[in-house]
């Protein structure tokens, strides 16, 4: 496993992450249109927005915490059991802070 690239990986998709936040929230701090009919098709979209804002901050929290722990040396040992993550868990979860068997436990 590759640290340097998982941890450039890691830095694209937070830069990635944090650029459409900021989009996000200017849309979402825009002002509602007058009419109601626009007004309920904002407020559906708004309802869309507030949920992915939500999971992209929870991905940007985790993204986080793996940077921590490659900084710490700590990066693919899981933080329940200690255990090896896998290299295979880790290319598709590259910010997963569980094994497999942990991360069973914990959904």
Same mark, same amino acid.
């Given at each position: 496993?590759?640290i ?6 890691l830095?694209? /998709? /937070?830069?990635g ?7 996000? +929230?200017t849309d979402?701090? /825009? !002002?509602?249109d007058?009419?109601?009919? +626009? ?5 559906e979209n708004d309802? @869309?927005?507030?949920?992915?804002e939500q999971?992209g901050?929870?991905? &940007?929290?985790?993204?986080?915490s793996a940077l +921590?722990?490659? !900084?710490k040396?700590?990066?693919?040992r #899981? @933080? &329940?059991c200690?255990? +090896?993550?896998? !290299?295979?868990?880790?290319?598709v979860?590259?910010?997963t802070?569980y094994?497999?068997? #942990?991360?069973?436990?914990?959904a």
């Amino acid at each position: 496993m590759n640290i340097l690239e998982i941890k450039t990986e890691l830095e694209d /998709r /937070r830069r990635g992450l944090e650029k459409r936040l900021t989009l996000i +929230d200017t849309d979402l701090s /825009r !002002e509602l249109d007058d009419d109601s009919g +626009d007004r309920a098709i904002e407020t559906e979209n708004d309802e @869309v927005l507030i949920g992915l804002e939500q999971s992209g901050r929870e991905e &940007l929290k985790a993204i986080h915490s793996a940077l +921590d722990r490659i !900084e710490k040396g700590d990066f693919g040992r #899981c @933080v &329940l059991c200690g255990g +090896d993550i896998g !290299e295979l868990r880790l290319k598709v979860l590259p910010f997963t802070p569980y094994c497999i068997e #942990c991360s069973r436990v914990t959904a």
